[in-house]
């Protein structure tokens, strides 16, 4: 809601106000930041609709899509489609007017597209895929391809090994009546610092393996049995459970409990020793503490995403030419042999404490955590004079990492595997005989959609849906979809499509921005009973 | 070809319903724009749209049918006239108003097959929710926050309504941190939000309801303190628009109060005590400042570059209010206040400099001023895709609403681009909303008495006996020692139009449940009586009897974790109020008369085979998503 502001004529103020711009996405930025949405003004996205007339050829999911990434200021968009409007593109696409009739579909959806949002470059290629697409350095211009079914197969081809030849990730999206999918092509390695983990998960301690200063902070304390009331009951409960750890270990031969048994041994020693004949008969850091004592008595974590990234060969091999992310990877991994643990975010949680105390932990934690960086620094700088690299890396980029380190993860396709509809349309064995065997633990029922979506992927020889299964009721249910997708011929509904170009979007905007962990391969929607599902074809 | 050609091919036998169906659409914002869209183009019949907002620039970024040159403008009209181009055949009806407002009766509310909640605040929710029970029509209930969403079929007596779970309250902070022992920047940027600046723009009566009182007692010395500092400030206040406003708020607030805080040697026996500032000081280092610098959000500012936003700021509000009190005062109007919004950059400058000055005082880190946009704001993030996605999810339910198979409704959730499906739950016994009988009468508020009310409808046409209880919104009009009031007419008693009352039976034999009768100002067509009950044709209203102990099944059925257990009870159905989610809405079998499949887990192999076995869903453990509001 806002609340009107009568218009005024005061000198204007001296300062700038925020950019207009920083107003008009500051709901975004919200999400992903300002590096985020750089990189989403630096892309060029492409959008791909085929040749060969099929209903509306997923063009309005398509179309959607677009629309989802024009809005947020994606820095420039090609749609390349060579049909003309019909009079049912009218009435399923949003951003097609009766004077649209006829005329190029491409140029006129970016015509409207293009009037979303004047920060946005629009263009359009009218000319059929088979002359353009072959040109010699026809793709350069795109950071991010999104091709709607159906392509043929020869073309789809070469998108693809375009794709994974220039590490760029492509979508392939198709919707056809209340059925929908998409598939992600991810290129061979595709690194992501920003996963956004729930803040909760992010939260290290350092309980079970203090460092000097914070040590050093628990000897300050004394014997807390001695301290005043008042003092008793602010003492931060980090600082709590540390000098208790210290009483556990000298009573059990030098390890801190790990069972849960033996945490809960610990918890009840901790609690004996609140205060309880206060005037409010207990003290809130002690409580603070026994309610941490599950959650935060636990080595510092490190998730197999980051343990995984580690043992990659783009991260043990560094050449002058590794990408800026794996020099950071390799100097996390170099610290964390050293010190068998990770960079220290630095965090602290809200708690029971004076605020002095509360600022001193708090600049404690701060501390380690930039000393943590500068160690991780120094080796980045070291292997960039070794391998005599050009640029320096810039020290937020380490910093990022560092905070992270422990959520970051990389997404790869080895096999430099295309779109599975891509592979099916070639009648790829291996592929059919994943889908086959991935229709034995389907659960949610949603691979016949797939199955359905993808039966016509090469025109001359369909799918054999006997080869998926041998079971006559499941045989039904795919044949079933088969028909379904065969009877819409084509035709999209706009509000799938909608969902589905809304789907897309969200994807292209984690692949673009590199923050959050995108879909890792197929997506299926059933529009008619609202559910979808994630398979690896 | 036919340009509803896709539509007609996809939507079989439905979309004769789509197109002779009469929708409300409660909000033109981020949902509100893209289901406009998709209503149109899905090419349902009549579209009734209604919002109270005009465009704002930060709604552009996902309010499609808005541009630059429609700001300020209202949402709804504007998203009428626009979307109006693209299905020429849709009758769409554009309402810039409240919901709240009267006009929007019962009557209205009745006119339509469906409403969709495309709202930003949670007492319009509860209204709509409310009026929708009330006369018996379906609501589709949507929200989103960032990458979240979800989406929520209402159906009176088949489905939980948005009231049958308690909604979350917001954070308070306890006065004594804000006021004198801040220990995080949250605390600063509260007290300038919800202290200061009411204090100075505001009406200082306000209570901000950040601030929480409850352990005042224990601080009656500090609190009697802070009301003179307070008083104080408010003599303050007098002088503006003078030339050294900036330096008695300045030296009241960051030296004078702060002194006095560091003279309390107790508080500060063995930690830092806060350091005042000095207004001359801050002064001096601003000065070498170049005033033409950007300052902008994203960087932290140095304590003389938020002493400058702080003076600049004071000098905007001070302007602003004096010039709108002018204003006022010749029309004779309240005197006007400024009050917090996070995109008005005045209040929103003011507020981080002053926070920022705070912090600097009490060794608390200082923020970035689009940082503290977030925390004082409560800015909910808000992207197209997730919105594009959770208006179609709401069409597609309105499909099986209007086919009317209400038990195959589900709940989305959309969880980072994720969607999640859950079984609706039954509505909430206990609830307040929709646990209760719910009636409609017509009235001629010209005439009608509490007696007629009483007499007429109550006791002769739904046979409640002596001991009853009337209440309205006020509190009790009617009860056996409360005769007086019968006489009086309604309207006397604040009973008007769309308005509701509450009768409790208070007969200690087999009581009736409570009812809620909505007033509706209408001359029923029996003339010789002046207060009608509404009844649809062939059906008459039958208050049921409150279930006794013996009546409730064993509640240990309908325990969440039986994945499946879905439940058929006879009759009136209670379940514990602590059990969080139920699974006894009855699945299509059951509504065919058949008992509903009781599935022992998913066995993997037969639900492969047979897609139509839609009994099986992913079961969210985490069910505490908030509904959020995007504006
Ligand atoms: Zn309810």
Known sequence: ?537 | MPRDQYARQSLGSTYRLVKESRVLLVGAGGIGCELLKNLVLTGFGEIHIIDLDTIDLSNLNRQFLFRQEHIKKPKALVAKEVAQKFNPGVKLIAHHANIKDRQFNLEWFAGFNIVFNALDNMDARRHVNKMCLAVDVPLIESGTTGFKGQVQVIKKDKTACYDCTAKTTPISYPVCTIRSTPSQPIHCIVWAKSYLLPELFGVSEDEPTELDHSGDTDNVEEIEKLRQEAQALKKIRESMGSDDFAKHVFDKVFKEDIERLVNMEDMWKDKKPPEPLSYETLEQEASSINSSIKLDGQRIWSPAENFIVFKDSLSRLSHRLAEEQSKASKTAQPLPTITFDKDDDDTMDFVAATGNLRAIIFGIETKSSFDIKQMAGNIIPAIATTNAMVAGLCVMQAFKVLRGEFTRTRWLWLWNGSLRTDQLEKPNPECPVCSVAMGRVHVDLEKATLNDLVQDVLRTRLGYGEELTVLTDAGIVYDPDLEDNLEKKLTDLDIEDASFILVKDEEDDNPRIDLRLAIEAKKPTDQSKPVALVEKEGETLDIPRRPTKEDAPNGGDVDGDDANGSVVTNGFSIAPPTVKRKRDLVDDDAASGTPAKKLQGPVAAEVAKNSALNAIVIDEDDGTLLIADDD
């Open chain 1, 1 to 537: 809601m806002t609340t009107e502001i009568a218009p005024r004529d005061v000198t204007p103020p001296p300062l700038q106000a925020p950019t207009a711009k920083e107003k008009k996405y500051d709901r975004q930025l919200r999400l992903w930041a300002a590096s985020g949405q750089r990189a989403l003004e630096d892309s060029h996205v492409l959008l791909i609709v085929g040749d060969e007339y099929q209903g509306s050829n997923s063009s309005v999911a398509g179309v959607e899509a677009l629309k989802n990434l024009v809005l947020p200021s994606v820095g420039s968009f090609t749609i390349a489609d060579s049909a003309q409007v019909t009079v049912s593109d009218l009435g399923v696409n949003f951003f097609l007017d009766s004077d649209s009739l006829h005329k190029s579909r491409a140029e006129e959806t970016r015509r409207l597209l293009s009037e979303l949002n004047p920060d946005v470059t629009g263009h359009a290629i009218t000319t059929p895929l088979a002359e353009w697409l072959p040109v010699e350095g026809s793709l350069k211009p795109y950071n991010l391809i999104i091709a709607c079914a159906p392509i043929p197969s020869e073309i789809l081809q070469r998108i693809c090994f375009y794709a994974l030849q220039s590490s760029i990730p492509a979508i392939y999206v198709q919707s056809a009546g209340f059925y929908a999918s998409f598939s992600i092509q991810l290129p061979s390695a595709f690194p992501i610092v920003d996963t956004h983990p729930d803040p909760e998960s992010t939260q290290d301690l350092r309980l079970l393996a203090p460092w000097p200063e914070l040590d050093a902070a628990v000897d300050s304390l004394g014997d807390i049995s001695s301290l005043p009331d008042h003092d008793h009951g602010h003492i931060p409960y980090i600082l709590i459970l540390l000098y208790f750890l210290r009483e556990w270990k000298a009573n059990h031969n030098g390890n801190s409990p790990s069972t849960f048994k033996e945490k809960t041994e610990f918890r009840d020693l901790v609690r004996s020793r609140a205060r309880v004949d206060n005037p409010e008969g207990g003290e809130e850091n002690f409580d603070e503490a026994c309610a941490a004592v599950l959650k935060s008595i636990t080595p510092p974590p490190i998730d197999s995403g980051c343990k995984e990234m580690m043992a990659m060969h783009l991260c043990t091999s560094l050449s002058s030419d590794s990408a800026n992310f794996w020099v950071i990877a390799n100097a996390i991994k170099q610290f964390y042999e050293t010190h068998g643990v990770l960079p220290l975010p630095g965090s602290l949680p809200d708690m029971k404490a004076t605020s002095a105390e509360y600022i001193k932990l708090q600049s404690l934690y701060k501390a380690k955590a930039r000393s943590d960086v500068a160690e991780v620094t120094t080796t980045v700088r070291h292997t960039e004079s070794l391998l005599s690299r050009e640029t320096t890396i810039p020290e937020s980029e380490i910093e990022a990492f560092c905070r992270n380190a422990s959520h970051v993860r990389v997404l790869t396709n080895p096999a430099h595997e295309p779109f599975p509809s891509l592979r099916l349309g070639s009648g790829d064995h291996k592929t059919i005989s994943r889908i086959a065997s991935l229709l034995e633990n389907d659960w949610e029922a949603l691979l016949p959609v797939f199955v359905g979506l993808n039966a016509r992927a090469n025109p001359s020889s369909p799918l054999d849906v006997t080869a998926l299964t041998s079971d006559p009721e499941l045989l039904e249910t795919l044949t079933k979809a088969t028909a379904e997708v065969e009877r819409v011929s084509g035709g999209e509904l706009h509000n799938i499509s909608s969902v589905i170009g809304g789907m897309v979007a969200q994807e292209a905007i984690k692949l673009l921005t590199r923050q959050y962990v995108p879909v890792d391969g197929t997506c299926v929607f059933d529009g008619i009973r609202s559910k979808s599902g994630v398979y690896k074809i």
